[in-house]
């Protein structure tokens, strides 16, 4: 079964602090993994698509990495703005239809 | 560009009552659509999806169900809601041809069964 598991569950920082988050998956053969930021009573945004392992997306001060068994979601010089639940999902070869998503990984950016 | 709408945006309703939720997608043809629903702190739980009209696959046995009467319309409904029928409703959707399962979120949808 796909799995998809998001460490750590919350991450409090301060306005400057980079950090990493953790996106960690097993899947029988993987054909994409995305990542999404998501704000508090809104549907979630779409941020990022990683193919193959190597590969790096970066977008303002987010970047994002795949390994063939973990993404990392790297935040450099965070602001208050970035606070959001970060989600990870896999896409598999095998029913491509459907991701998998992960629990979320709640960030707080302190002033 | 595309555009995905969800009404209504909260909801209250009492136990054993129906519940009919409605998605439509903008400026596509044919997409994928999905309905998930999250409970509060925790990730998506994929209800439903859909590759046309009338196809409907179900990923979890529940008293909820799906219908897409149209192309770009996608219905989540109940005869009689439980308590445990409370949480965030999601939409998505993502384009058919895409080899990639890029998906794109409506706003959601707030149900609170009492």
């Known amino acids: 079964e796909d799995q998809v598991t998001q460490s750590p569950e919350a991450l409090r920082l301060q306005e400057g602090e980079s950090s990493s988050l953790n996106c960690s998956y097993t899947v029988s053969g993987l054909r994409g993994l995305f990542w999404y930021r998501q704000d508090p009573g809104k549907g979630p945004e779409f941020l990022f698509t990683l193919y193959s392992a190597g590969e790096e997306k970066e977008k303002e001060r987010l970047k994002a990495t795949l390994t063939k068994k973990e993404s990392f979601l790297h935040i450099t010089a965070p602001k208050p703005e970035d606070s959001a639940t970060y989600l990870c999902a896999v896409q598999a070869r095998q029913g491509a239809q459907k991701l998998v998503f992960g629990q979320g990984t709640r960030l707080t950016i302190n002033p | 560009s595309q555009t995905i709408h969800q009404w209504p945006a909260t909801l209250v309703q009492p136990v054993g009552s129906p519940l009919s939720l409605e998605c439509t997608v903008e400026?596509?043809?044919?997409?994928?659509l999905y309905w998930y629903r999250q409970a509060a702190g925790r990730g998506l739980q994929l209800l439903f999806y859909?590759?046309?009209?009338?196809?409907i696959s179900s990923e979890v046995p529940q008293n909820l169900s799906a219908s897409r009467p149209q192309d770009r319309q996608f219905i989540l409904s109940s005869k009689k809601l439980l308590l445990s029928d409370s949480g965030f409703y999601l939409c998505?959707?993502?384009?058919?041809?895409?080899?990639?399962?890029?998906?794109?979120f409506g706003p959601g949808t707030r149900l609170t069964v009492l």
């Open positions: 400026g596509t043809s044919n997409p994928n």
């Open positions: 998505a959707w993502s384009p058919a041809s895409g080899f990639y399962n890029e998906q794109f």
């Open positions: 859909s590759v046309g009209i009338g196809q």
